[in-house]
């Protein structure tokens, strides 16, 4: 999902096509040239002449709390088997596809710091236009970054709408909700008084499978919900955002 800045006259002339890993790449990464590199690619364009202006393309690196954990200011270069180098040109064309590459840092591959989505932004100090990936329907106002203003605006709307989960499990020590909206990474759910677990999230207009995970391990479907799919033969509950 790309969210564009709000309240101009004039249409975000960023546009994020694409977010992807890439294949293994050498990288320029902390001072010197690194092989093997897997890296986060995005495909970048501007819809017209930026008449010089100063533009950025940043990404930020989140764990499954959503805390960031790594950050790049600007991409990487980067070339393949055959000596092609890879950089963001200072002047963009209009209507080309520029390729730019973060390499994922080695800290954050795996453990407790592990990665779950990066957010890029491409613009400038009017304009702006972030994207996550993987999405999962996850909506960007979720996710903190200095840019965030410029790319959703004053109000800090944007398309998704917000969605309460609840569970009763009163003996239960903790609660949480797994679906494809969080890469099945699990959010935790708060329990009041009497037992309940809730969890309100933000998500984009999409269907998705959920189930919540008691005490850590035991994988429950909704009981509440009688909306459910067969997926990779496990039953999962379903909820619709429009």
């Not at 009017?126 to 999405?135: F, R, S």
């Amino acid at each position: 999902m790309a969210v564009a800045t709000q309240g101009h006259a004039d249409p975000n002339p960023y546009v994020i096509k694409k977010i992807k890993k890439s294949i293994k790449l050498r990288a320029y990464v902390d001072n010197a040239w690194q092989g093997n590199v897997q890296c986060i690619q995005a495909n970048l364009r501007v819809a017209k002449d930026l008449g010089g202006a100063k533009f950025y393309v940043k990404a930020y690196f989140y764990d499954d709390k959503k805390n960031k954990i790594a950050e790049y200011r600007s991409p990487s270069q980067v070339s393949d088997d055959h000596h092609q180098y890879y950089s963001i040109p200072a002047i963009l064309a209009p209507g080309k596809t520029h390729e730019a590459y973060f390499p994922i840092p080695a800290g954050i591959k795996k453990g407790a710091r592990k990665w779950r989505q990066v957010l890029v932004v491409f613009g400038d100090a009017e304009y702006a236009t972030a994207e996550l990936y993987p999405n999962r329907g996850l909506k960007i106002a979720a996710f903190d970054f200095p840019e965030k203003k410029i790319v959703l605006g004053d109000t800090g709307s944007s398309s998704g709408k917000a969605v309460t989960f609840r569970y009763a499990a009163p003996r239960a020590r903790s609660v949480n909700v797994a679906g494809d909206f969080n890469d099945w990474s699990g959010d935790p759910m708060t329990r009041d008084s009497r037992g309940t677990w809730t969890k309100t999230m933000d998500l984009a207009p999409g269907t998705y499978a959920y189930k919540f995970v008691v005490n850590g391990n035991k994988w429950v479907i909704d009981p509440n919900n009688p909306s459910r799919k067969m997926i990779r033969g496990s039953q999962n509950s379903i909820v619709t955002v429009e």
